[in-house]
C-alpha cells in the first residue's frame, strides 16, 4: 500500500470515528468561550486571571475530546466504544493486493467451563500476535481488529477476505484448574486449507513454552524468522503475572467503571501476594489513566497514575510499555513530554502497539503528515 494511500486510509479512519468533526466544533467552541470570556472579565470586573484559566482549561480539554472521540462513538442509543472498521473486498489466490505473508490470529475460543476463565484464552491470543508482529516480512492483523472477530460466526475464507490476509489462525483453550489443552491450526484462505494443526496438553505453567512453540511453528511454516524482543513487556515468565495482568486488561477492556476499579484492586493485591513487578504497576496505572479518560475519575487523578507507572520504571527501567502508557497520561498533561515517552518506549520496542497509536494520533493532529505514515507503517 502506497505512503498516499495509507493517509487516505488513516483519514477516513478520523472522519469515521468522528474526530475531525470533534475537532472542527471543538476549535469553534474555544473560539467563542474565549471571546466570551474577555467580554464578561470586563463587564463583570472579573480577576484578570480568570481568561487565562479559560484558556488553560480549554488546552487541557482539547487531547481529552480527541481521545474521547477516537476510542467511543455518541449516538442516540448512548455512548459505545468504536469498532474497527474492516476492509470488505473479495478475495481470490491471485488478487495481488494481499500481502503473500499475511496473517490474522483469530481470539482462541474458551472451552472450558467456567467463561470467566476467558481472560486467559484473550491472553494467549495476544501474547501470539505480539510475537508474530516481531517477523518484519510478516503483516500480522492487529490485536483490536482481531478482536472483533470475537464471537463471530463468519467462515475463516470470509475473515480473511474482510481483513485481507492469506492466512489464518484458530484455536481453543481449556482450562481446569492448573491443568491445559490447546489446540491450534494454520489455515492458507486461498484455498481454505489446513497445512498446519497441533494439540498440546500442560499445566499452566507451560503456557509460555506452548505460546513459543506455535509462535515458532507457524514462522516455520511460513518459511520466516522468529526473533522475539526480549525487552517486550510481554515476556511474561511468571504464570501469576501473567493471570493478573489478563485478568486486568478483560476489566479495563469492558469500559465499566466497577470492573475498572475491580482490576486496580485485583492488582493490588496481586503485588502484595508475588511482589513489585513492573508489568502489574503498568497495567494499573493504565487503567487509572482509563478511568480519567472514561470521565470517572478526575483530571488531578492522572498524577496519581503517573506515579504509579514511575515506579514501573524503577522496577525496569526498560521497559517499552511502562514508557508507553506514561505516554498516554502526559497526552492529558503535556504533550511534549508524551511524545518524548512515545519515542523512548519506541526505541526500546519498535513494535509496541500502545506508543504507535499514541504518537500518530499526536502527528497527525499536528499536521506531521509524512511522520504519521512512517509510524502508521509499522501497526
Request: a neutral charge.
Amino acid at each position: 500500500m502506497s505512503d498516499q494511500n495509507r493517509l487516505v486510509k488513516f483519514w477516513h479512519e478520523l472522519k469515521r470515528r468522528k474526530v475531525v468533526g470533534v475537532i472542527i466544533v471543538y476549535a469553534t467552541v474555544a473560539f467563542i468561550l474565549m471571546q466570551l470570556a474577555q467580554l464578561l472579565e470586563s463587564s463583570l470586573n472579573l480577576p484578570p486571571w480568570f481568561d487565562t484559566v479559560i484558556t488553560i482549561a480549554i488546552i487541557i480539554g482539547f487531547p481529552i475530546a480527541i481521545i474521547f472521540s477516537w476510542i467511543f462513538d455518541v449516538s442516540l442509543k448512548g455512548i459505545s466504544v468504536t469498532v474497527p472498521e474492516v476492509k470488505k473486498e473479495p478475495y481470490s489466490g491471485s488478487n495481488t493486493q494481499v500481502q503473500e505473508k499475511s496473517i490474522i490470529v483469530l481470539p482462541f475460543d474458551n472451552i472450558s467451563s467456567d467463561p470467566e476463565q476467558e481472560y486467559f484464552s484473550d491472553g494467549l491470543t495476544e501474547e501470539i500476535i505480539t510475537d508474530l508482529s516481531y517477523i518484519k516480512e510478516l503483516l500480522v492483523i492487529s490485536r483490536s481488529s482481531a478482536m472483533s472477530f470475537k464471537g463471530s460466526k463468519k467462515k475463516i475464507k470470509e475473515i480473511a477476505n474482510e481483513v485481507n490476509v492469506r492466512y489464518v489462525l484458530e484455536g481453543s483453550v481449556r482450562k481446569s484448574g492448573n491443568d491445559l489443552r490447546i489446540v491450534a491450526q494454520l489455515i492458507d484462505s486461498s484455498n481454505d486449507s489446513h497445512i498446519w494443526a497441533e494439540k498440546y496438553t500442560g499445566t499452566t505453567d507451560d503456557i509460555f513454552s506452548i505460546q513459543e512453540k506455535v509462535s515458532k511453528s507457524i514462522a516455520g511454516k511460513l518459511k520466516l524468522k522468529l526473533d522475539i524482543n526480549s525487552s517486550s513487556i510481554y515476556n511474561i515468565q511468571d504464570i501469576e503475572v501473567y493471570e493478573a495482568h489478563y485478568k486486568a486488561v478483560n476489566d479495563v477492556y469492558s469500559f465499566d467503571e466497577h470492573k475498572i476499579h475491580k482490576a486496580i484492586k485485583e492488582l493490588d493485591d496481586a503485588i502484595l501476594r508475588i511482589g513489585d513487578h513492573a508489568l502489574l504497576y503498568t497495567t494499573k496505572g493504565w487503567a487509572m489513566w482509563f478511568l480519567v479518560s472514561s470521565g470517572y475519575k478526575p483530571h488531578k487523578y492522572l498524577f496519581e497514575a503517573q506515579k504509579v507507572v514511575q515506579h514501573a520504571l524503577q522496577i525496569a527501567s526498560e521497559s517499552a510499555r511502562s514508557y508507553a502508557v506514561l505516554g498516554w497520561i502526559e497526552m492529558l498533561l503535556d504533550v511534549r513530554k508524551a511524545v518524548e515517552y512515545y519515542k523512548k518506549a519506541l526505541s526500546i520496542d519498535a513494535n509496541d502497539a500502545f506508543a504507535l497509536q499514541g504518537i500518530i494520533i499526536i502527528s497527525s493532529t499536528i499536521g506531521k503528515k509524512q511522520q504519521s505514515i512512517d509510524y502508521l507503517n509499522r501497526l
